[in-house]
């Protein structure tokens, strides 16, 4: 079993750079795959980010290049760097976490956060 807790939302104006980190624990050694979604009410859950030791990293279209996922295995935790945020950014963040090497864009994540929120707006 793994919980995943986040951190690092809340609100910012548009261009501007927040850091969202999710500490994994209750499972001994490396979580191999870890990701990032966000959701905003009434729509689907998107993919945002992962990281996973068959593909590296991947991102949705709608934030390469200002958005960053990394990973630290020494503290069990993974983060998201975003900058030249904008509004439609504004979402619940949520991160995900399997012990499969990767996790298929037609399969699920295991284990999920309870998400924070971010706000990007005047």
């Known amino acids: 079993q793994v919980q995943l807790v986040e951190s690092g939302g809340g609100s910012v104006l548009p261009g501007g750079s927040l850091t969202l980190s999710c500490v994994a624990s209750?499972?001994?050694?490396?979580?191999?795959?870890m990701a990032w979604f966000r959701q905003v009410p009434g729509k689907e859950r998107e993919e945002v980010a992962s990281t996973n030791r068959v593909r590296g990293t991947i991102y949705a279209n709608s934030v390469k290049g200002r958005f960053t996922i990394s990973q630290d295995n020494a503290k069990n935790t993974v983060y998201l760097q975003m900058n030249n945020l904008k509004p439609e950014d504004t979402a619940m963040y949520y991160c995900a976490a399997d012990l499969r090497p990767w996790v298929s864009p037609n399969d699920r994540f295991t284990y999920w956060g309870q998400g924070t929120q971010v706000t990007v707006s005047t």
């Open positions: 209750g499972h001994t050694g490396n979580v191999p795959s």
